[in-house]
């Protein structure tokens, strides 16, 4: 196995709480990986340190042999994230967020903006660029519309097309099926998987099990903040310690 991520002993604290308990494993490249576990299990403090957001207590990450521990979330340009509670730029329309996302990935220093030609010629890529995700997310009827008038599930693709827009080789989703309907799940599956082929790693939170059986390679499952399961993903959804962890109380904070 390739490895694209490495995560050793990830500890989280705050205060007294441990929210990650020395947290140990790897994410195989060009795969899909799930990371399970019931409310409180640390699954979104665990996103956030791959992303940057939240800085461990102790414990590394490796992004394909790189220390990236203290790499500041927009130096991490090899990382495209959606949120479990969707958060679209409101007052804008669907092309101008798939447009930030894309600008996001072109941003340079001013020492060589200073030495760039073309900028209308720039600023014509990046309208084809985001033309083009739009078509891929199927949102070409909904382009010109506010984001903020879109139903949920409309809105999670342009989350997802404006993580796309990056052109990351990771894209970790937290909970991006979340209420949507069963034909916006399917959709979202096909672009997930569409992803993978492409050779991109993706990193998904997901409480829907059908989804994770149905895209998940592998399978990371968390209980109270330490490692619980770290294998095949139909093994580990009938493993007795992974069930009972399911039964088991939710309380607390993802």
């Known amino acids: 196995m390739t490895e694209a991520l490495e995560v050793r002993g990830l500890t989280v604290r705050f205060g007294g709480l441990e929210a990650l308990g020395g947290v140990s494993f790897a994410v195989a490249d060009g795969a899909i990986t799930a990371l399970i576990g019931p409310n409180g ?5 665990c996103l956030n340190v791959l992303s940057g957001l939240q800085k461990p207590t102790a414990g590394a990450v490796r992004y394909r042999g790189r220390d990236v521990t ?9 990382l495209g994230r959606t949120f479990q509670i969707v958060a679209p730029f409101d007052g804008m329309t669907v092309e101008e967020n798939i447009q930030v996302g894309i600008e996001a990935r072109g941003r340079i220093g001013l020492g060589r903006a200073a030495l760039r030609v073309g900028r209308r010629r720039r600023e014509r890529r990046s309208r084809e660029r985001a033309a083009a995700l739009i078509e891929r997310m199927n949102l070409a009827p909904v382009a010109s519309r506010l984001v903020e008038t879109l139903p949920l599930g409309h809105q999670r693709l342009v989350e997802f097309g404006r993580a796309l827009a990056q052109d990351p080789e990771l894209l970790l989703l937290d909970e991006a099926a979340s209420g949507l309907s069963g034909g916006e799940m399917e959709e979202l599956a096909g672009q997930v998987l569409r992803c993978r082929d492409e050779g991109r790693t993706v990193v ?18 968390l209980d109270r903040g330490n490692l619980l399961y770290d294998g095949a993903t139909e093994a580990g959804l009938t493993d007795p310690a992974v069930k009972a962890a ?3 109380s939710t309380n607390g904070a993802a």
């Open 41 to 45: 299990a640390g699954k979104t403090t």
């Open 70 to 78: 203290a790499l500041a979330p927009h130096r991490r340009q090899y």
């Open 204 to 221: 998904l939170i997901e409480h829907n099990m059908r989804f994770v059986t149905r895209l998940a390679d592998h399978l990371l499952v």
């Open 246 to 248: 399911y039964l088991g």
